[in-house]
């Protein structure tokens, strides 16, 4: 059975239509990327499915639960953390702080202090800075903490909205060895990113999204080297 499997999703903006139709799945274990032009729908996609969205119709089912009218609250209860585009740290809260607030959902304190310590243990850098305000951390560490802060409420599925964005290309590679690591111990991941060819390189399955809709999808091996999918990130 699929962790995540989207069925028919549309989403709206008014009359703008977002995501029309879309059907994905994510199996358990594996990282899926999501790639497509510049307001092909991907950032839609993720939001719809953490709920920060409402799908205008479709079904999003989590784990075995229906999660199509379920609130942003219920969706990280069943397990899903959505690490935002742009980041978006607390820049005038401690990175102790930032990691704490994405726990928001938990109340086992010892739970959270440990998971506290793992997370600097994972991320030395976030150690060292921890009582420094996220907003002095560098791009590369930003995005390592909000990472890990996604991480804090345990999630079974970790939404990725382009987490090399404006880095340099060695943080990029660093970002992505983290992805990986993270799912070796066992994260699912749904990615978005515009780097597609790491992405892919990176990932087990990819979708392909050209103005709204999935138009084709298969294994990241298989294509990585597929003209119609550099075509189709290029923007047709
Ligand atoms: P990007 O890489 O630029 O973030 P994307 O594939 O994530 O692109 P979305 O951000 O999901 O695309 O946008 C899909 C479509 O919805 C675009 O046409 C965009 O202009 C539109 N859109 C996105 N957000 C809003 C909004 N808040 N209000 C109105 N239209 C929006």
Not at 15 to 25: E, G, K
Not at 92 to 120: C, F, H, K, P, W
Not at 186 to 197: C, D, F, K, S
Request: proline share 3%; glycine share 8%; no cysteine.
């Amino acid at each position: 059975m699929p962790l995540l499997e989207l069925t028919d999703l549309s989403v709206n903006y008014g009359a703008i239509q977002a995501v029309r139709n879309l059907s994905l799945t994510v199996e358990p274990g594996e990282i899926v990327t999501l790639i497509g032009a510049n307001g092909a729908g991907k950032t839609t996609t993720l939001r719809a499915i953490s709920r920060m969205l409402r799908a205008r119709s479709g079904r999003i089912t989590f784990d075995g639960h229906d999660l199509s009218r379920a609130s942003p609250d219920a969706a990280v209860k069943y397990g899903i953390a959505q690490s935002p585009e742009g980041r978006q740290v607390l820049a005038r809260q401690s990175i102790a702080d930032n990691l704490e607030l994405g726990a928001y959902i938990r109340n086992d304190t010892a739970g959270i202090q440990a998971d506290v310590r793992r997370m600097y243990e994972h991320f030395p850098r976030l150690g060292e800075r921890r009582n420094q305000l996220a907003g002095t951390l560098s791009g590369g560490e930003q995005q390592m903490l909000a990472i890990a802060r996604a991480l804090m409420s345990r999630p079974k599925l970790l939404l990725l909205d382009e987490p090399s964005l404006g880095l340099a290309p060695i943080i990029v590679l660093e970002i992505f060895s983290i992805i990986k690591e993270l799912n070796a111990q066992g994260v699912t991941i749904l990615l978005v990113e515009q780097n597609a060819r790491l992405a892919m390189q990176s990932s087990h399955r990819t979708y392909v999204m050209e103005a709204g809709q999935v138009t084709f999808s298969g294994r990241s091996a298989e294509l990585v080297d597929d003209q119609r999918v550099l075509h189709a990130y290029l923007g047709g």
